[in-house]
T-cell receptor, first 115, second 113 residues
Framework: SAVISQKPSRDICQRGTSLTIQCQVDSQVTMMFWYRQQPGQSLTLIAT?????????ESGFVIDKFPISRPNLTFSTLTVSNMSPEDSSIYLC????????????FGPGTRLTVL | AQSVTQPDIHITVSEGASLELRCNYSYGATPYLFWYVQSPGQGLQLLLKYFSGDTLVQGIKGFEAEFKRSQSSFNLRKPSVHWSDAAEYFC???????????FGDGTTLTVKP
């Protein structure tokens, strides 16, 4: 299994600013994922962040808006840049452990409100 | 491309009643199927998963799910619902080490006293 923590747990930000969300895992993992969960909706994958390579973004998400860092096997950051109220969401970090049969472990999420 | 459909957006059941949440999937190979639960203000927690073998899988908190290949379904069941089961439930399909499981839109479960 894996225990994942995220910082901050929630934030209220002004339009036009940026927020960096941190994700820390208690074990080394290869695959990390960032999801967005808009109010009342399902999870939408933003990008896959593998250590040692550029993040792979899903359709509709771009690096300029959501830059991701993955400096080592236990840590990643997601930045939400130039925020607008439409970015108000819960952002979830997730990992897949190779011996867990495809199960994903999720962090508690970061609840972002943009005014 | 893989996809997941959860036909029921919202279900309300009385405490002690039985529960079934529906999930249909589309996947080009033998799927790996998951049910996750998200309690208010919490992250997602795995309830159970199916890879192969017995098509009836047992999970945590008294939940079970049955894989039916002929119907492309993986419905979640519980014989007697508790008030603490009120949450959002997500079905997902994927494959290990392929990343990015695809999630359904979720079903919100409300439990009446």
């Amino acid at each position: 299994s894996a225990v994942i923590s995220q910082k901050p747990s929630r934030d209220i930000c002004q339009r036009g600013t940026s927020l960096t969300i941190q994700c820390q895992v208690d074990s080394q993992v290869t695959m990390m994922f960032w999801y967005r969960q808009q109010p009342g909706q399902s999870l939408t994958l933003i990008a896959t962040a593998n250590q040692g390579s550029e993040a792979t973004y899903e359709s509709g998400f771009v690096i300029d808006k959501f830059p991701i860092s993955r400096p080592n096997l236990t840590f990643s950051t997601l930045t939400v840049s130039n925020m607008s109220p439409e970015d108000s969401s819960i952002y979830l970090c997730s990992v897949e452990i190779s011996n867990a049969g495809g199960e994903q472990f999720f962090g508690p999420g970061t609840r972002l409100t943009v005014l | 491309a893989q996809s997941v459909t959860q036909p029921d957006i919202h279900i309300t059941v009385s405490e002690g009643a039985s529960l079934e949440l529906r999930c249909n999937y589309s996947y080009g190979a033998t799927p790996y199927l998951f049910w996750y639960v998200q309690s208010p203000g919490q992250g997602l927690q795995l309830l159970l998963k199916y890879f192969s073998g017995d098509t009836l899988v047992q999970g945590i908190k008294g939940f079970e799910a049955e894989f039916k290949r002929s119907q492309s379904s993986f419905n979640l069941r519980k014989p007697s619902v508790h008030w603490s089961d009120a949450a959002e439930y997500f079905c997902a399909v994927g494959a290990p080490n392929a990343g990015k499981s695809t999630f359904g839109d979720g079903t919100t479960l409300t439990v009446k006293p």
